[in-house]
């Protein structure tokens, strides 16, 4: 779910577009489950997608990239400045279902 690599972690991410309100819901089937408000058209559930994750691991935007999954619902993200320990706790603290 949360692998180290020079510089930061990549999390393996599960994305429900089209939800009630954004932000982090847990975990599912070994990764980070994250609601999206926006639709899948045009970039916007992705680029929500790095708002809502910068938001919540407290790290500006610009240190948050998709690296995989671009038009799928199971993606990987990569974000730079975050230690494995860090990331683990965020997700933690957000409750676990699934």
């Known amino acids: 779910m949360i692998t180290d690599v020079p510089g ?3 999390i393996a991410v599960r994305v429900v ?3 009630g309100r954004s ?3 847990g975990t599912r089937e070994d990764a980070v489950l994250v609601r999206l408000a926006a639709a899948p058209v045009d970039g ?3 680029a929500e997608l790095i708002e809502v994750l910068a938001d919540a691991f407290g ?3 610009r240190q948050v990239s998709l690296v995989a999954g671009d ?3 199971q993606k990987r993200v990569r ?3 975050l230690t494995r320990a860090r990331a683990a706790a965020v997700v933690a603290a957000s409750g676990s279902r699934g």
Do not use: E, F
């Open 8 to 10: 930061g972690v990549v």
């Open 71 to 73: 038009r799928a619902r």
């Open 59 to 61: 790290v500006p935007r």
């Open 17 to 19: 577009p089209r939800a």
């Open 44 to 46: 916007a559930a992705n």
């Open 23 to 25: 932000g982090l819901a």
């Open 79 to 81: 974000i730079d400045g």
